[in-house]
């Protein structure tokens, strides 16, 4: 078992064969889950059920030792009718009292409170501490009825119970629900979710016949409902037919088939996909075939009612690779798995980890970006906290493909990113990806690249590949203190001309006669260079095409308006903007948590559209919903504050982590 392959990004059709495997059997299960259209509908407090569980359970916040965050408030609405909405229902519930028992330990322990809570984030914590306070005291048979006072769990479903799929697949379960406090409204269909003067959903609006019903809701859970995960037909290096919403079928002699659909038992499984050149075979199990979709009975018996056909077409030609078991699997051991090969320290807080893992580095373009974790059972731990390492994106800042090298640099701004200073030298880790789409490198346009603090740990690898398809680039580098800059070389070399910006007096000397500095921010750098201020353009700002912008959301919501605003009279009226969109992230798989979703609005129509930011984080600035951005990186605010002087406490325990050098 190799972890972290990303199959359609680590590893692709063509690849898998080309490493000598005889078939490949695709088992990803279901992903793309539903979008809830209605005004507000991504308002803080809002989640897709995947997201909510997949932090509940893979990512570890349930657990009393993990330093994961996932903030749930009551009152907790669960839209949707599936079995799905039972477990985010009373997950959500039993997850509340331990998320408020763990949030009071760290806040005591602590004995102060996060410098850097706002006024809501403050309430927030003050409702976390009241409630656990008041569970503490509680006896356990009195603990429901309490969490029920604060509004509890309800599912709110569009038809009856009886009509759910819930309670037509597994009414024992149903049963199990309501006996464990949960709440089930039948007849409602939302329409609107309303939100408080923060911004944070307070309450889901229904039709209910010709009624509206309002039902208050700090935490409004998603569960109507996923697809197939066929996100592989639309990779890149992946060609995969559909047939609707499944991938589509093929017999044994690579003809078109149509499998039966949603029967357990199928007069003939028909569980191949695709036919390759040379004869080898891609299959598909589980949920992702249209006869077994649905459980967990299902998708085993798709692999005992499909592998007989599996060995005959494995049977009917001769294995692809002539290596022995020990020299192929050695070979996939020291080419798939990743482990540490150097950490370095660029800035007092920014950090360099250098992975070995050669595949990975192989399938890399600049713009993508990885999803790095420590293993749970190697993490650093102090008596009650484990630092396993909430998944990181991280983009790849360069890479070396001959020796397998992939360089990723990070901030560290308190939480899992300060871990990665305490990865040792030969450490195994879990490196996913990479993901994300490869910026778009056009040749022969002038470009401006903003790069923001940190955002220009991404943009080097990006503008050396510009200036090699034959782009010329005009480089802001922007900073808020001076001690912030690192690997100024590479800047200078992914350039024709930089502009080193810092909000901090006396601001940086440039080395190359024909870059600029400024002091102020990079939206005033562009101005001052673009009118003249900065004296000669060694090119012309409005020579730009295209502006690529790379740093934190304000920073890129500054420059989408800056170009209408005071960078007008300055730049092309058709060019083209794209900012690299850090949205909260989780799976970092395309589609599949939903944690990563971003609002788009149109703006020529209006029209808001939903896009998956792991699939893309490249995304025009001009419909990128920067408001609603913001609000979802605050998602879990106030206990992210909190686990970050909680890690802080916890590192302060440990020897000091030093500079290590690969052996
Ligand atoms: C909340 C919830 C509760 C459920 N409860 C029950 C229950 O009580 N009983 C029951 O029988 N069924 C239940 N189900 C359904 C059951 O989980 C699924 O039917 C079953 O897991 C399908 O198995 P699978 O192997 O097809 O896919 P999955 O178990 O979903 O496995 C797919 C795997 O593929 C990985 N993957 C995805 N894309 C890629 C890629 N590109 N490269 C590499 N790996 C990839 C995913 O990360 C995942 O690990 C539940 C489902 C949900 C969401
Ligand atoms: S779908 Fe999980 S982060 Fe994008």
Redesign the pocket.
């Known amino acids: 078992m190799f972890g972290g392959v990303r199959f359609g990004g680590t590893l692709t059709i063509d690849e898998a064969y080309a490493d000598g495997f005889d078939h490949i059997a695709l088992c990803a299960g279901a992903?793309r889950p539903t979008v809830l259209d209605i005004p507000n509908g991504f308002a803080r407090g809002v989640r897709a059920a995947?997201?909510f569980l997949?932090a509940l359970q893979l990512t570890g916040a349930a657990k009393r030792e993990s330093i994961a965050n996932l903030q749930i408030r009551l009152p907790v609405v669960v839209i949707g009718g599936g079995l799905t909405a039972i477990d985010t229902a009373t997950e959500s519930l039993a997850y509340y009292a331990v998320q408020v028992d763990k949030f009071l330990t760290r806040y005591e322990a602590l004995g102060e409170e996060p410098p850097a809570w706002n006024a809501e984030e403050r309430a927030i914590a003050q409702e976390f501490l009241a409630h656990a306070r008041a569970l503490r005291k509680a006896q356990p048979a009195e603990r429901l009825a309490l969490l029920k006072s604060w509004g509890g769990a309800t599912i709110a479903y569009r038809r009856r119970l009886v009509d759910s799929p819930s309670y037509t697949l597994n009414h024992e379960e149903v049963e199990k629900a309501l006996e464990e406090g949960i709440v089930f409204a039948e007849g409602l269909t939302p329409t609107r979710i309303e939100v408080d003067t923060y911004g944070h959903a307070q309450a889901v609006k229904f039709t209910a016949g010709d009624k509206e019903v309002e039902l208050p809701a700090r935490s409004v859970l998603i569960a109507a409902g996923t697809q197939p995960n066929t996100v592989l037909a639309r990779e890149e290096g992946v060609s995969l037919a559909l047939d609707g919403k499944y991938f589509l079928a093929s017999d044994e002699t690579g003809a078109p088939v149509r499998p039966e659909r949603h029967t357990a038992k199928p007069s003939q499984p028909q569980v191949l996909l695709h036919r390759y050149a040379d004869g080898r075979y891609m299959s598909f199990f589980g949920d992702l075939h249209p006869s077994y979709f649905g459980n967990v009975v299902k998708a085993m018996g798709s692999a005992k009612q499909g592998y007989p056909t599996v060995s005959r077409v494995l049977a009917a030609r001769s294995p692809a690779s002539s290596e022995n078991d020990e020299r192929f699997l050695g070979r996939l051991n020291r080419d798939l798995r990743a482990v540490v090969h150097e950490v370095r320290r660029l800035t007092p807080r920014i950090v360099e980890v250098v992975l070995r893992a050669p595949v990975a580095a192989r399938r890399f373009h600049p713009g993508q970006f990885y999803r790095l974790q420590n293993f749970e059972s190697l993490a650093l731990r102090v008596p009650g906290t484990t630092l396993a390492m909430e998944g990181l994106?991280l983009t790849g800042a360069w890479v070396d493909k001959e020796r397998g090298l992939i360089s990723v640099i990070a901030l560290e701004m308190g939480g899992s990113a300060d871990l990665l200073a305490y990865l040792a030298p030969g450490e195994p880790v879990v490196l996913m990806g990479p993901t994300g789409t490869p910026t778009e490198i056009p040749g022969n346009e002038t470009v401006v690249l903003a790069g923001g603090g940190l955002g220009n740990a991404v943009l080097f690898s990006i503008g050396r590949a510009l200036r090699a398809a034959g782009s010329k680039v005009i480089y802001f580098a922007g900073y808020k203190e001076m001690a912030d800059r690192y690997r100024v070389d590479d800047i200078e070399a992914s350039s024709d001309v930089v502009i080193w910006c810092c909000d901090e007096a006396p601001g940086f000397a440039p080395r190359r006669p024909r870059d600029r500095a400024f002091v102020g921010n990079i939206v005033q750098a562009m101005h001052a260079y673009a009118s003249g201020g900065l004296g000669a353009q060694p090119i012309p700002f409005s020579a730009a095409d295209r502006v690529i912008a790379i740093g934190s959301d304000r920073m890129m919501a500054a420059v989408a308006l800056a170009r209408h605003d005071v960078l007008a009279p300055y730049l092309k009226k058709d060019h083209i903007a794209i900012g690299s969109i850090n949205?909260?992230?989780?799976?970092?798989?395309?589609?599949?948590?939903?944690?990563?979703?971003q609002p788009h609005v149109d703006p020529a129509t209006g029209k808001t559209s939903y896009v998956?930011?792991?699939?893309n984080q490249d995304q025009p600035l001009d419909q990128v919903d920067f408001g609603a951005l913001a609000q979802r990186l605050a998602q879990n605010g106030a206990q992210e504050k909190l686990t970050a002087l909680w890690i802080g406490r916890c590192l302060k325990q440990l020897p000091p982590p030093a500079e290590r050098k690969a052996a």
């Open positions: 992903g995947s997201d997949m994106a949205s909260p992230m989780q799976c970092m798989m395309k589609e599949i948590c939903a944690q990563c979703l998956f930011s792991c699939f």
